[in-house]
């Protein structure tokens, strides 16, 4: 049986993947530039300890974001060592991506498993640190 060499990118899901980029690139934007200075206006009504903590539930609702993206990581990794293919297969791909098959495959997912498992502890130092730190100040 042959196998295929590239997976064909996928339009729609390119343009549906970009759409998505952009709203979130423009609401974090828009965030910045309305939101915060709202936030700095609320925050600075109510007593510090009040403050603080919403702050610290901020970031932590923050790093989060991150350990979620290397928990879908570690799904892709998994993905890939039970078919033994990166991409794994029925993966939509937003550009044509050449496809390993075997060791070359598995070497792709323990990179995936190092790089998400470093990206989940980071967000975890980050979370602890940034609780520490705001018991610190109370």
Do not use: W
């Not at 729609?12 to 709202?38: D, E, N, S, T």
């Not at 970031?59 to 998994?78: C, E, K, N, Q, W």
């Not at 792709?108 to 100040?137: G, M, Y």
């Amino acid at each position: 049986m042959d196998r295929p060499e590239y997976l064909q990118a996928d339009p729609a899901y390119r343009r549906k993947i970009i759409i998505i980029i952009i709203v979130i690139a423009i609401g974090g934007v828009l965030c910045l530039q309305l939101l915060m200075p709202l936030l700095g206006e609320y925050l600075a009504k109510h007593e510090p300890d009040v403050s603080l903590n919403i702050v610290k539930y901020l970031l932590l609702f923050l790093v989060m974001i991150p350990a979620l993206f290397s928990m879908y990581l570690i799904r892709m990794a998994i993905q890939i060592n039970k078919h033994g293919q990166f991409p794994p297969p029925a993966t939509r791909v937003i550009k044509d991506t050449r496809i390993l098959y075997d060791s070359a495959a598995k070497i792709r997912a323990r990179v995936l498993i190092v790089l998400a498992i470093v990206l989940f502890v980071l967000c975890t130092v980050t979370a602890v640190f940034a609780l520490s730190l705001t018991n610190l100040l109370k």
